[in-house]
Nanobody
Framework: QVRLAEFGGGSVQAGDSVTLSCLVSGRLASPNSMGWFRQAPGKEREFVAAFSWISLSPYYSNDVKGRFTISRDDPKKTLYLQMNSLKLEDTAVYYC???????????????????WGQGTQVTVSS
């Protein structure tokens, strides 16, 4: 059974940096893609960034491009999200997601990721 566990959330000030981690367990094979989504209060869960093992490339939403960096450590089965220059509007619960199926090299919709972590809160204050 695939399990995803996020770590690293917390409360920071605007302009600060935070790194989130997502540990994958329960599957030996590398995923096709893993990503980060976030959900702010009263809003839909939205795509933030992902890494594709199909294209070996990262991809980002326009809101975070240039500020966030996604990376992975395959031996440790861990996905990271380095978040720099945080803004108030980055406040949200951040979720890690994974898929081991499909041929889409850049999935960005929630429906394309069947496996999810429990989420970690990131709060940015002024």
């Amino acid at each position: 059974q695939v399990r995803l566990a996020e770590f690293g959330g917390g409360s920071v000030q605007a302009g600060d940096s935070v790194t989130l981690s997502c540990l994958v367990s329960g599957r030996l094979a590398s995923p096709n893609s893993m990503g980060w989504f976030r959900q702010a209060p009263g809003k839909e869960r939205e795509f933030v960034a992902a890494f594709s093992w199909i294209s070996l490339s990262p991809y980002y939403s326009n809101d975070v491009k240039g500020r966030f960096t996604i990376s992975r450590d395959d031996p440790k089965k861990t996905l990271y999200l380095q978040m720099n220059s945080l803004k108030l509007e980055d406040t949200a619960v951040y979720y890690c997601a994974a898929t081991f199926e499909g041929s889409n090299a850049s999935p960005m919709s929630r429906a394309e990721f069947p496996y999810w972590g429990q989420g970690t809160q990131v709060t940015v204050s002024s």
